[in-house]
């Protein structure tokens, strides 16, 4: 399967700074992106879809211009909170769609944490 | 709108005893179930799919569309069974977007 890294793995910010947060793809090429995030205990909640070369695709309810997501190569996709608030403190997972249906393979996460 | 209910949040079991983790969904259409599991200090990965039919770790799961369910079994837990458990479904069509379900917690105590 894909080996996915996200970058940096833990991050503090004030409030109002932006914070991007990496998601490479080292072994294969990722198409497609998802980025999810998750509160505690609670399930995680799918962000956006994002496509290589193209626009992301993001769930309701989620702010494009808050959280936006670039993804312009095969092994790179990016994530920046811009203007962060303490309520945008979570955990941000990545994943790379394998070439099975459901197949997804996720990245360590990113723990954000806005002061 | 589709949903995945995982009612039990920790699940605690005896080393050897049988284990189930509920899983329920709600979707219209064919879905396509899936179970994901965390290790401990490990990411999130895919155990089993529905569709191959396939036993993971000595783990199954029957689709049961009358039931609306895709429980995870296995008859002998291992102590290396302890993580947290996702079960997710997919709306089909070849696509890889997933609903997850909130995750149980499985103990496997000696």
């Known amino acids: 399967g894909a080996v996915v890294s996200q970058h940096p793995s833990r991050v503090i910010c004030k409030s109002g700074t932006s914070v991007k947060i990496e998601c490479r793809s080292l072994d294969f090429q990722a198409t497609t992106m998802f980025w999810y995030r998750q509160f505690p205990k609670k399930s995680l909640m799918l962000m956006a879809t994002s496509n290589e070369g193209s626009k992301a695709t993001y769930e309701q309810g989620v702010e494009k211009d808050k959280f936006l997501i670039n993804h312009a190569s095969l092994t790179l996709s990016t994530l920046t909170v811009t203007s962060a608030h303490p309520e945008d403190s979570s955990f941000y997972i990545c994943?790379?769609?394998?070439?099975?249906?459901?197949?997804?393979?996720f990245g360590e996460g990113s723990r954000l944490t806005v002061l | 709108a589709q949903r995945v209910t995982q009612p039990e949040k920790l699940l605690s079991v005896f080393k050897g005893a049988p284990v189930e983790l509920k899983c329920n969904y709600s979707y219209s259409g064919s879905p396509e179930l899936f179970w994901y599991v965390q290790y401990s200090r490990q990411r999130l990965q895919l155990l089993l799919r529905?569709?191959s039919r396939e036993s993971i770790k000595g783990f199954t799961a029957d689709l049961n569309k009358g039931e609306t369910s895709f429980h995870l079994k296995k008859p002998f837990a291992q102590e290396e069974d302890s993580a947290m458990y996702y079960c997710?479904?997919?709306?089909?069509?070849?696509?890889?977007?997933?609903?997850f379900g909130t995750g149980t917690q499985l103990k496997v105590e000696l």
């Open positions: 994943s790379v769609a394998g070439t099975n249906t459901g197949e997804l393979f």
């Open positions: 529905h569709i």
């Open positions: 997710a479904l997919s709306s089909g069509g070849g696509g890889n977007k997933l609903t």
